[in-house]
């Protein structure tokens, strides 16, 4: 059977469901086309089903004959059907607790993700920076403008300045409390270890992705660092600056 006729197959019986609902056979039948389709999650809520529409009609055939008695029959079908929907109902809840968790966290992944590009553009833009105003690295501010007005003019637009993980309005960014002069790039010692800029608000540091936080180095990369201590091989995370605002409106280079 092909992918098609398949899925063709499954809306015929989830049609079946919503009208006169589905037998044994038939639950059985959706667990092999959802497994089919590579949907084990599906096909397993489908096979608990048929055993389960299996047991109740199991039960029925085994209740013994007490004498005319009418309602006896309709009394155990609605305890069945009850247990069949209880067992239904706790599939559910057990698949969303397990699932729910997962999603999150592959959600945060992909916003991690996206806020290491945002950092990354940070880094080019101060790099080209340097490039213009003599190997010297942006001031965190000066009496006119901060870091992120100085390196606007380098950046693609002012969203990379937003975290996707950050609820805030203003930058998402805490970048090094470099002094007016400037800072020269070629004596720093191991730029690949001075942390230049992180996640942060007007609280500080801002642990927003999963107990961690991204960070660009003098260097130039980006990486993901855990909210523990990391011993000597960071430096800088005590020397940033307070929190700024994002630029509004194109301004030219800043010195």
Not at 14 to 20: A, S
Not at 108 to 119: D, G, L
Not at 172 to 192: A, C, E, F, I, T
Request: with cysteine; proline share 6%.
């Amino acid at each position: 059977m092909t992918e098609t006729q398949a899925r063709e197959r499954l809306a015929q019986l989830e049609g079946h469901l919503q009208g006169r609902g589905l037998s044994a056979d038939e639950w059985q039948e959706a667990a092999y086309l959802w497994w089919q389709l590579g949907d084990q999650n599906r096909s397993q809520a489908c096979q608990a089903q048929a055993t389960a529409r299996r047991q109740a009609q199991d039960t029925l055939g085994m209740a013994p004959a007490t004498g005319p008695n009418p309602g006896s029959g309709k009394s155990v079908l609605l305890v069945v059907l009850l247990v069949v929907g209880l067992m239904g109902a706790f599939g559910v809840l057990m698949l969303s607790a397990i699932l729910f968790p997962v999603f999150a966290k592959a959600r945060e992944k992909a916003r991690t993700a996206s806020c290491q590009s945002n950092q990354k553009q940070i880094a080019l833009a101060m790099i080209q920076y340097c490039q213009d105003y003599d190997e010297m690295l942006p001031p965190h501010h000066n009496a006119k403008v901060n870091w992120a007005q100085m390196c606007e003019p380098y950046l693609k637009n002012v969203e990379v300045l937003r975290c996707p993980s950050d609820l805030g309005s203003g930058c998402s960014y805490l970048y090094r409390n470099v002094p007016v002069k400037g800072l020269s790039v070629q004596g720093v010692d191991q730029p690949m270890a001075l942390v230049m800029g992180v996640d942060g608000d007007g609280k500080g540091l801002a642990k927003r992705h999963n107990d961690g936080f991204n960070a660009w180095f003098c260097d130039g990369h980006v990486k993901w660092l855990p909210g523990a201590d990391l011993g000597s091989s960071v430096r800088g995370l005590d020397q940033l600056g307070p929190p700024v605002g994002l630029p509004t409106i194109d301004l030219p280079h800043a010195p």
